[in-house]
């Protein structure tokens, strides 16, 4: 893939998929912009050259538009941007309270919106660039107790379509991956202080034998998935999706 000196943004970078992705884009050769709220976990970055860190926190729509600034200034373009920001509820429709559904649309899906309207601005100028978001299994199919995580994700599966439909034709393509389970921070979070280490453990061997391939997938493999779409071999991928979930939404 030919990433390298590419500008390329990404959200949600301190953990996870997201710091698999900022690892691989920076071994890669990228000029890499690793963006979270959470600044601990982009210490990790220290070690690359081409690696330039920022605090950010996608629910606010001055921030995204802040560093979206900030990278045109310093770089005078972006070639990809990454949405990998996100988090989880796991409340249900019974008793998913006002502030949690707030919490999670504002991050997963404004969050999104945010970065994807300040990054497309500035590509469409220049006439090329590459959108990734991220949603999950969950934005297509239902899931119990996690509701407002569901309704984020199939937005932002929507926000896919209908941005690449006003950018076709510029130059600049948005396309989505989702991420079926996954070994992160985030299967075990929103558990924690519910149930015990034990009682979390055998949650996620029950999740792993639940899929097709019989085990969660690694940040890597999200990873890979999400560096396909910036790259050029992708070229004629525009609206679309890649579900990568160990054959669970196959069945
Ligand atoms: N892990 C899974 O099984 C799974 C499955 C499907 C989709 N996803 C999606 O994949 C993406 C990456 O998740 P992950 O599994 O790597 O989780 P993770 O918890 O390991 O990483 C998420 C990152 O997002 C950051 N973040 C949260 N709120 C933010 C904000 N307001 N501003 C900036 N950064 C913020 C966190 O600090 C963290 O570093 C998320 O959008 C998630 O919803 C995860």
């Known amino acids: 893939m030919t990433l390298t000196n590419k500008v390329i943004l990404v959200t949600g970078a301190a953990s996870g998929m997201g710091k698999a992705c900022v690892m691989k884009l920076a071994q890669m050769g990228g000029k890499v912009y690793a963006c979270d709220r959470n600044t601990m976990g982009l210490n990790d970055f220290q070690v690359f050259e081409n690696v330039i860190t920022k605090q950010l926190d996608v629910s606010s729509s001055d921030q995204c538009q802040a560093v979206v600034d900030q990278v045109i200034r310093d770089q005078g373009h972006i070639d990809g941007l990454v949405n990998f920001a996100g988090v989880i509820k796991r409340t249900g429709v019974l008793d998913c309270t006002d502030e949690e559904f707030d919490y999670v649309m504002k991050i997963n899906t404004y969050g999104c ?7 497309a601005k500035v590509m469409v100028k220049a006439g090329k660039g ?10 297509d199919i239902g899931a119990s107790g996690v509701i407002a995580y569901c ?3 199939g937005a932002v599966s929507q926000l896919t379509r209908s941005a690449a439909l006003d950018l076709a034709g510029t130059g600049v393509r948005v396309n989505e991956i989702r991420p079926g389970e996954t070994n992160t921070a985030m299967l075990a979070s929103e558990r924690k202080g519910r149930f015990t280490q034990e009682d979390i453990e055998n949650k996620l061997k029950e999740i792993a034998a639940s899929i097709p391939e019989k085990r969660l997938a690694s940040p890597s493999e999200m990873a890979d998935a999400a560096i396909f779409l910036l790259s050029d071999q992708s070229s004629y991928m ?8 160990g ?3 196959a069945q």
Request: glycine share 6%.
């Open 113 to 119: 919106f945010y970065m994807l309207r300040a990054a």
């Open 238 to 245: 525009q609206g679309s999706h890649i579900t990568v979930d």
């Open 151 to 153: 309704a984020s994700k």
């Open 130 to 139: 590459s959108i990734v978001n991220v949603s999950s299994i969950w934005s």
């Open 247 to 249: 054959g669970y939404s």
